[in-house]
Nanobody
Framework: QLQLAESGGGLAQAGASLRLSCVASGRGFGSYAMGWFRQAPGSEREFVASTNWSGEHRDYADSVKGRFTISRTNFNNTVSLQINSLKPEDTAVYYC???????????????????WGQGTQVIVSS
């Protein structure tokens, strides 16, 4: 079982950068694919980015490609999301999630994830 805790959100201006972090406690972090999702007010939770257990494979939503970078460090149970060139439409609560799998398929689907953090709020002003 994993517990996930996000940090790094806040208020930022359009064009700025933020780095979100998610620290996992529990055993077996290296056996989980990790994802970032976000949920804006009144909207469904949507996929942002994911990475496989080793960090070798990554996937991004079209809306964030070229601006967001997901990375992980297994030795300290951390997955990060570097967000550059923030836009007002990036405003949302950002969640990290863990999916127990050795593969990478389906990591864009929120239904497949086993554990979720509580989220960290990102607000982007124009």
């Amino acid at each position: 079982q994993l517990q996930l805790a996000e940090s790094g959100g806040g208020l930022a201006q359009a064009g700025a950068s933020l780095r979100l972090s998610c620290v996992a406690s529990g055993r077996g972090f290296g056996s989980y694919a990790m994802g970032w999702f976000r949920q804006a007010p009144g909207s469904e939770r949507e996929f942002v980015a994911s990475t496989n257990w080793s960090g070798e494979h990554r996937d991004y939503a079209d809306s964030v490609k070229g601006r967001f970078t997901i990375s992980r460090t297994n030795f300290n149970n951390t997955v990060s999301l570097q967000i550059n060139s923030l836009k007002p439409e990036d405003t949302a609560v950002y969640y990290c999630a863990a999916k127990q799998t050795n593969g990478f398929g389906g990591t864009h689907l929120k239904q497949g994830y086993d554990y979720w953090g509580q989220g960290t709020q990102v607000i982007v002003s124009s």
